[in-house]
C-alpha cells in the first residue's frame, strides 16, 4: 500500500491528479445545473426555511426530525433579510404542538408571501449543497491515492463524478450527502489512526463524529461500527503506535481505543447540546413545548398497523352494479358502527389521562357525525335504485357512466371508512397498553425527556424517527407494502446503478475474491483498509435492511463512496495483472459511462439504469425519492407554455408543499377514481408518477392503461384525450 500523505505533497503524477480535479469540478457542474432546471422536492422547501429559522432565530420547533448542524451550512448564503415572514401566523404558533403546521407555513412563506422568491431562496441553499457533494469527491481520491496511489485515485473519482444518483442528490436540500461525506471522513480518519494513533487525527475522529451526530441521527450507528473496527484493530498481531508509542498488548491496544471512545462521546455529547444553544426548550420562549403525544400516537399508530394492517384499497370498476356497490356501503357502516360501539365503551372504562379522554371523545364525536353523513349519502342513492325508473336507468351502461361521480364516492368513502376503523383500533391498542410505554425504545425515551439528558428538539427529532421507522408505504416492483421489503435496498442499488459502473463492481468483486485466494498467506496486509471499508458498508447496509423505511435509494447513499474505493483499489490491481488490456477495458467502461450519465442529464433523481428501461422504466420499479419527489413543477410550467397554455387537470405530488401557481401552471384538480369523459375531453391530465403509482393511497391506477403522450422528466405524465380538430 502506497502511504502518500499528504497528496497535495508528492505530486508527482500531475495528470492523475488533473483529472481527479477535473472530474470534481465537472461534478459540480453536471450536478449543479440539472438541479436548476428543477423545483423543490417534496422536502427541500421545508429544509430549506427551517435551515434559515434555525440561524437567524435559533428556534428548532420546525424540522426537529433532523438535527441542524448541516443546515447552518445551506442556510449561509440566505441572510437575515432574504425572506419576509409571518411570525403572527397561526402555522408558526401552532408548529410546536402540530408538526404539520410546518409545511403549511412553508408554502405560506416561500411560494404565497409577496416579495419572496422561494425558488432563488432554494437554489442559494443548494448551491452550498453540490460543494458538500463535491467535498466528498475529493476525501474519496485522497483515500483512494493513499491506498494504491493515483491511477487507482482516478478510477474512484470516475465512479463518484459518474455516479447519477449522487449528482442529482447531491445539490438537494438534505442531509444525505453531507452524512455520506461524514461517514467517509470517519472511517478515513479512523483507517489513518489504526496505522499510526496522533493527537491530530485523535482530534480530528472526535470532531468528525460530533458533527456526525448533528448531522443525521443514523450516525449513532457509528458507535458500534467503531466498536467492530476498533475491536479488529486490537486483536491485528501488528504493533499499534498510539502517540508514539508502540503497543503490541491487546490489554493495551484496548485501552487506548476504550480512552479514545471515551473521549469521543463526551465531546459528542457536549456538542449536541453547544448545536442546540445550550437550551433544553426548542425555542427561546419558554411557552413553546413539543407535543409529545402526536408523537407517541405516530408511534403506536405504525406498531398497530403493522400487526394489523389495514384493509386494502377495492379496484375501482364502473361495471359492478350499483345495488352491489352500495350492499357493500351497507356492510362496511354496520362494521364501522360496531367498532365505534366499542371504542366508546372501552373509553368509559378506561383509567386515562384527562387531556386524552378529552382528545378522544373529540374524536368519537367527530366520527359519529361523519357516520350520520355517510348514511345520509346511501339512502339517497338507495331512494334512487328504489325508485321505479332508478333501477332501471341503473342498467344501463351509458347511464352508469354518467354516474361515475357517485361509484367515486362510494368507493373513497369505503376506503376512508376502512381507514378509521383501522384509527379506532389503533386509539384502542394505545388505551390497552398505556398512553405512556407503548414500547421499550419509548420507555427509556420518557425518562430522558423527563431528565432532560438531551436538548428537546433532539430527543424528539429521534423520537420521530423511531416512529417513521417502524412502518412507511412503500413501492417496489408495482407492488405497495407498509412494512417494507428487506431486499428493497440491494434491488434499488441494482436498478439505480449505471451499466458501466455495475460491470466494473463485478469485475472488481471477482477480482477481489482472485487476489484473496492468492495472497492469503499475506492477510495482514489487506486486514485493516478492509475493515475500515467493509465494516460500515455492513452494518449501515444490514440496519436498512432491517428496517421499513423503504422510500428512497438516498438512505443508502453512504455506502457508496466505501464500494468505489474498495472497486478502485481491486480494479487498479488488474492494471497489475493484465496491463494493457486492463487499462483498455477500463477506458472502455469509463466511456460507457460518461454516455450514460450526459444522457440522463438533467433528470438525474430520476435516473434508471438503461437496463432497466430507463427513468420511463423506473414507473414499474420504484416510486418517491427514486423517481419522482415532485421535481418536475419548473418543466411542466415551461411545457405548458410551449404549448399554448393548454389547459391542464393535474394531479401533483404535493400541491400542500410546493404550489404550481407559484410557477405560473394554470390547472384544475384533477379527481381520483375512473377517468371523467368530460374532463379528458376539455384538458390535458398530467399525473406525476407517485400518483399513478398509488405509493400513498391515491387512486389513479386507471390511468396506467393509457399511453402517455409526453413524459416531462421522467416524473410526470401527460395524457392528451382532447379531441382532434
Not at 412494512?483 to 446503478?497: E, I, R, V
Not at 414499474?620 to 410551449?642: C, F, M
Amino acid at each position: 500500500m502506497s502511504n502518500a500523505w499528504p497528496v497535495w505533497k508528492r505530486v508527482s503524477h500531475p495528470i492523475p491528479l488533473a483529472i481527479c480535479c477535473l472530474l470534481i469540478a465537472l461534478f459540480g457542474i453536471l450536478s449543479y445545473s440539472a438541479i436548476r432546471t428543477k423545483s423543490a422536492t417534496y422536502d427541500e422547501p421545508m429544509h430549506a426555511l427551517a435551515a434559515w429559522v434555525h440561524l437567524q432565530k435559533h428556534d428548532f420547533r420546525m424540522n426537529f426530525e433532523d438535527p441542524p448542524l448541516w443546515q447552518y451550512w445551506a442556510a449561509l448564503p440566505n441572510g437575515s433579510d432574504a425572506l419576509k415572514v409571518d411570525w403572527e401566523s397561526k402555522h408558526w404558533t401552532d408548529m410546536a404542538q402540530n408538526t404539520n403546521e410546518q409545511w403549511l407555513f412553508t408554502a405560506d412563506t416561500l411560494y404565497r408571501t409577496p416579495g419572496n422568491d422561494g425558488l432563488q431562496f432554494l437554489m442559494r441553499s443548494r448551491a452550498m449543497m453540490v460543494l458538500v457533494g463535491m467535498g466528498l469527491g475529493v476525501l474519496i481520491a485522497v483515500w483512494t491515492w493513499q491506498l494504491l496511489g493515483p491511477y487507482a485515485a482516478v478510477i474512484a473519482t470516475v465512479l463518484f463524478a459518474l455516479d447519477p444518483n449522487l449528482l442529482g442528490h447531491a445539490a438537494l436540500v438534505k442531509n444525505d450527502v453531507p452524512m455520506a461525506l461524514m461517514m467517509l471522513a470517519t472511517f478515513y480518519v479512523c483507517w489513518c489512526i489504526g496505522r499510526n494513533l496522533t493527537w491530530l487525527n485523535g482530534v480530528a475522529l472526535t470532531l468528525v463524529i460530533a458533527a456526525s451526530v448533528n448531522i443525521k441521527f443514523s450516525a449513532l450507528l457509528f458507535g458500534p461500527m467503531l466498536i467492530v473496527v476498533f475491536g479488529i484493530r486490537i486483536l491485528l498481531p501488528r504493533p499499534w503506535k498510539v502517540l508514539g508509542r508502540n503497543l503490541t498488548g491487546i490489554l493495551q491496544k484496548s485501552t487506548a481505543a476504550v480512552a479514545l471512545m471515551i473521549a469521543i462521546s463526551l465531546i459528542s455529547y457536549v456538542s449536541v447540546w453547544a448545536t442546540y444553544g445550550f437550551r433544553f426548550n426548542p425555542s427561546s420562549d419558554p411557552t413553546v413545548q413539543f407535543n409529545t403525544d402526536l408523537i407517541k400516537y405516530q408511534a403506536v399508530e405504525n406498531i398497530y398497523t403493522v400487526a394489523h394492517p389495514p384493509k386494502g384499497l377495492e379496484p375501482f370498476d364502473i361495471n359492478v352494479p350499483l345495488e352491489s356497490v352500495v350492499q357493500d356501503l351497507s356492510q362496511d357502516i354496520e362494521a364501522y358502527h360496531k367498532s365505534l360501539n366499542d371504542l366508546k365503551a372501552q373509553l368509559a372504562a378506561a383509567k386515562v389521562s384527562d387531556h386524552f379522554r378529552s382528545d378522544l371523545q373529540t374524536g368519537i364525536d367527530q366520527w359519529t357525525k361523519w357516520e350520520g353523513e355517510i348514511i345520509t349519502g346511501r339512502d339517497e342513492v338507495r331512494n334512487f335504485l328504489n325508485s321505479p325508473t332508478g333501477a332501471q336507468q341503473a342498467q344501463d351502461p351509458a347511464f352508469r357512466q354518467q354516474l361515475v361521480q357517485t361509484y367515486v364516492w362510494i368507493y373513497n368513502t369505503r376506503d376512508r371508512m376502512h381507514r378509521w376503523v383501522h384509527q379506532m383500533g389503533i386509539r384502542s391498542y394505545w388505551m390497552t397498553v398505556g398512553e405512556d410505554t407503548p414500547d421499550g425504545f419509548i420507555a427509556v425515551w420518557n425518562i430522558l425527556n423527563r431528565l432532560k439528558v438531551m436538548p428537546s428538539a433532539w430527543l424528539h427529532g429521534v423520537l420521530f424517527v423511531h416512529a417513521r421507522s417502524i412502518l412507511r408505504g412503500s413501492y417496489l416492483m408495482e407492488q405497495v407494502k407498509l412494512s417494507g421489503w428487506w431486499y428493497y435496498f440491494p434491488l434499488a442499488m441494482l436498478f439505480k446503478t449505471p451499466i458501466a459502473t455495475s460491470i466494473a463492481l463485478g469485475v472488481s468483486l471477482y477480482f477481489g475474491i482472485k487476489l484473496w485466494r492468492q495472497r492469503k498467506s499475506q492477510w495482514r496486509e489487506f486486514v485493516w483498509p478492509l475493515a475500515c471499508l467493509l465494516v460500515p458498508f455492513v452494518i449501515y447496509m444490514a440496519s436498512v435492511m432491517l428496517a421499513n423505511l423503504n422510500i428512497g435509494l438516498r438512505h443508502v447513499l453512504c455506502v457508496y463512496p466505501f464500494m468505489y474505493i474498495a472497486a478502485a483499489v481491486l480494479l487498479g490491481r488488474t492494471v497489475t495483472y493484465w496491463k494493457s488490456k486492463a487499462a483498455r477495458n477500463l477506458a472502455i467502461l469509463g466511456l460507457l459511462l460518461v454516455v450514460e450519465t450526459l444522457i440522463a442529464w438533467p433528470d438525474y433523481i430520476a435516473y434508471f439504469s438503461m437496463m432497466f428501461g430507463g427513468e420511463r422504466g423506473g414507473l414499474s420499479l420504484l416510486g418517491d425519492s427514486n423517481l419522482d419527489w415532485g421535481q418536475d413543477l419548473v418543466n411542466l410550467a415551461k411545457w405548458q407554455r410551449e404549448h399554448d397554455n393548454a389547459p391542464l387537470a393535474l394531479a401533483y405530488f404535493d400541491e400542500n408543499v410546493n404550489d404550481p401557481k407559484f410557477f405560473g401552471i394554470n390547472y384544475v384538480p384533477l379527481p381520483q377514481g375512473a377517468l371523467d369523459p368530460t374532463l379528458a375531453s376539455k384538458y390535458v391530465l398530467a399525473i406525476s408518477a407517485t400518483k399513478l403509482q398509488g405509493v400513498y393511497g391515491d387512486r389513479y391506477e386507471v390511468y396506467r392503461q393509457l399511453t402517455p403522450t409526453d413524459v416531462i422528466g421522467g416524473t410526470i405524465y401527460l395524457y392528451d384525450l382532447r379531441p382532434r380538430q
